[in-house]
């Protein structure tokens, strides 16, 4: 069974393919001298180049099921930023404007993002279905929208749920598209907060004050910014349709 690709990897071998349109084939080298200076040494020239091969499938508009779904992800996030360069580059003034290198990459606890808690009451739960009700989106619409599965949307729309983590709470921010302000009034039902000196939480914070709600451009720049890869908004164990 082929070796499944992370996020990172798709990252460079897409933003490789961008780069080098017409010329890929004959640029394999930088490929793979790329893949090796960020840790995967052990991807073989083969995969490699089927990997690009689903890049140029989805640019040209062929061979559109040969993608997995993190390659489209990544792809349409990325062509995103191009067809809406200003937009973008508003966004990466707004993130700069606090110095990113003087904020802490890694949270010293990912705990406190990742390991479950019950919210207290049934506050969390109200607030929830009336930001859900007034989104007008379906169950569908908000959770296909930002990553998040079926099943653990529905534990949640349910009151099923005997707790929910940060990360999946800010996934709700962005599939709900919520306002800061609402977005901060549902993590603070849940126990939780954005800190402004993590670069996890200064990226999330904003996009949702920019009003950006496209998780896989959120994932993009958490890559770039060296947040651990468990901090991605993803689903938990998220696989791709199709591995090459």
């Known amino acids: 069974m082929a070796k499944r690709w992370s996020f990172e990897e798709d990252y460079i071998v897409c933003k490789f393919y961008l780069g080098h349109v017409d010329s890929w084939k004959a640029e394999m080298d930088i490929l793979m001298m790329l893949l090796c200076e960020y840790g995967f040494a052990d991807r073989d020239r083969g995969s490699a180049r089927m990997r690009v091969q689903n890049y140029e499938s989805l640019h040209v508009g062929k061979g559109l099921s040969n993608a997995a779904q993190q390659s489209r992800d990544i792809y349409s996030a990325m062509l995103n930023r191009v067809n809406n360069l200003q937009s973008y580059r508003v966004l990466r003034h707004h993130l700069e404007a606090t110095s990113m290198g003087s904020l802490i990459k890694t949270p010293s606890d990912l705990s406190c993002y990742l390991h479950v808690q019950a919210p207290s009451g049934d506050n969390f739960f109200k607030m929830f279905w009336s930001f859900f009700r007034a989104s007008g989106l379906t169950d569908p619409e ?35 598209k919520l306002s800061y302000a609402n977005s901060l009034a549902l993590l603070e039902a849940a126990g939780y907060t954005l800190s402004k000196g993590i670069t996890f939480d200064h990226v999330i914070a904003t996009y949702l004050q920019s009003e950006i709600y496209d998780v896989n451009d959120v994932n993009l720049t958490l890559q770039e910014e060296g947040v651990p890869s468990s901090l991605y908004l993803l689903q938990k164990n998220r696989r791709s349709s199709k591995e090459n």
């Open 142 to 176: 908000v959770y296909n929208s930002c990553n998040m599965g079926r099943d653990t949307f529905w534990r949640i729309a349910n009151n099923k749920n005997e707790g929910i983590n940060k990360k999946t709470v800010i996934q709700l921010c962005f599939g709900l």
